[in-house]
């Protein structure tokens, strides 16, 4: 059994989609589309499977905050963790950062389909960003099903970058939060004090604002395919 790489493409990566198209090696030969920015969406899975085996759901992580509150527990945040890759550059061409994303893509994807040796490899997620400095470059949000697989997918990370050449672009990794606006609006959640008091919830600061952050990232859950390969 394999996996299969499927990206759903933004309109504003059409230069790199372009690049991949004509087998484009050298990332700085992709052309720039600033301001154009945004999210080309991502799924590594076998073909056909079903998105609520993989996205989280969103209206039970609401109806946990509703009947506690507005109050969540650290464990539920902590269940949406990811890992985040960023791509950068010494230009200040911000698709040669993009265009560096897709290559990582390529080779985790080459690397780690069969699913029988890395059963536990599979991931969704977007790259791409709004950022208006490059210097920060361009970002690839990895999810996983779970934390376990999480940490297979951070070990693979480490083993592949060190291999990974893209002339003129540089990677990072790191773990965060999966919801990372959410720990901002909950009350004490980096505080370290609060923590050592023995709290074990936390108080939803802006409930309107929390309920605008799901359904963004329900919004999302229309971009992932799962089981189609859209042609280049």
Known sequence: MRRELIINWNGAHENVKRAVEKDVRHPHEVAELE???????????RPG???EAVLYDVDKLRMTATTNGFFLPREVISQHNKVVVTACSATAN???????????????????????RYPHHGFYGKFGGFYDRHEKGRVLAMYATNDDSLLEIISSIEQLLPTLKVKGVTFEYRLTNGLSAIPRMLHGFDDPSYRESGAEVYRICDPT??????????????????DKQPEL
């Open 35 to 45: 301001p154009k920015k945004g999210w080309s969406y991502v799924t590594f899975f």
């Open 49 to 51: 499977t079903p998105s």
């Open 94 to 116: 911000s698709s040669a950062q993009v265009f560096g994303l897709y290559k990582f893509l390529e080779a985790y994807g080459a690397k780690y389909r069969d699913m029988t």
């Open 209 to 226: 604002q929390f309920s605008v952050l799901l359904e963004q990232a329900r919004n999302d859950y229309s971009n992932y395919l799962f």
